[in-house]
Nanobody
Framework: QLQLAEPGARSPQPGAPLRLSCAAS????????IAWYRQTPGKEREPVAT???????NYRDSVKGRFTISRDNAKNTVYLQMNSLKPEDTAVYYC?????????WGQGTRVTVSS
């Protein structure tokens, strides 16, 4: 069993930075397949930033150069640093991990980018 805790809703201004955190209920040092997804109403949940099992990162084209996924194994926490936010980034952001053959999700953080 793995639980992923995310922060509450955020409402950053366009162009502003925002860092989301995902606190795991157990050590993540051995969990390499970790990612951030996002979803808007009526749309499929889509991957935004991914840590592969090989330790490399992958980003959706629309966020390349603006978003960065990182991890702090000592704190059992995964981060998503979002810079130069745009209204199009408005979505619910979910932390995701594959552990013991199962997929686990955070509860989601609603991010609304508006003036």
């Amino acid at each position: 069993q793995l639980q992923l805790a995310e922060p509450g809703a955020r409402s950053p201004q366009p162009g502003a930075p925002l860092r989301l955190s995902c606190a795991a209920s157990r050590t993540i040092s051995s969990i390499n397949a970790i990612a951030w997804y996002r979803q808007t109403p009526g749309k499929e949940r889509e991957p935004v930033a991914t840590f592969t099992s090989g330790g490399t990162t992958n980003y959706r084209d629309s966020v390349k150069g603006r978003f960065t996924i990182s991890r702090d194994n000592a704190k059992n926490t995964v981060y998503l640093q979002m810079n130069s936010l745009k209204p199009e980034d408005t979505a619910v952001y979910y932390c995701n991990a594959n552990y013991l053959g199962n997929v686990f999700w955070g509860q989601g953080t609603r991010v609304t980018v508006s003036s």
